[in-house]
């Protein structure tokens, strides 16, 4: 089982980047897929959730710029990021869950730096 991160960089303020994620192993699309971010000094946080189903949500302070996206025939999630700032600045994690019973099958990439500034 394997997640791997790609798509991190440096970038401007005002900016786009767009991450990738592709899962293999027993990862399939039934499993919920999202991205977290930990900044320095910071816990890491949920960035963005697409369900099995598709649903997504985001944290207010991403709601409008960023957009998880899925390609299950591929086995890989996006994070589409515009309108980057400062303060988005952290290592991004992707993460796979899947809750059958009692069983919690949970796993995660191995990061990627996203750093935005001039």
């Known amino acids: 089982v394997q997640l791997q991160a790609s798509g991190g960089g440096l970038v401007q303020p005002g900016g786009s980047l767009r991450l990738s994620c592709a899962a293999s192993?027993?990862?399939?699309?039934?499993?919920?897929m999202a991205w977290y971010r930990q900044a320095p000094g910071k816990q890491r946080e949920l960035v963005a959730l697409?369900?099995?189903?598709?649903?997504?949500n985001y944290a207010d302070s991403v709601k409008g710029r960023f957009t998880i996206s899925r390609d299950n025939a591929k086995n890989t999630v996006y994070l589409q990021m515009n309108s980057l700032k400062p303060e988005d600045t952290a290592v991004f994690y992707c993460?796979?869950?899947?809750?059958?019973?009692?069983?919690?099958?949970?796993?995660w990439g191995q990061g990627t730096q996203v750093t935005v500034s001039s």
């Open positions: 192993g027993r990862i399939s699309s039934a499993y919920d």
């Open positions: 697409i369900t099995s189903g598709g649903s997504t």
């Open positions: 993460n796979a869950r899947l809750v059958r019973a009692i069983n919690d099958y949970v796993y």
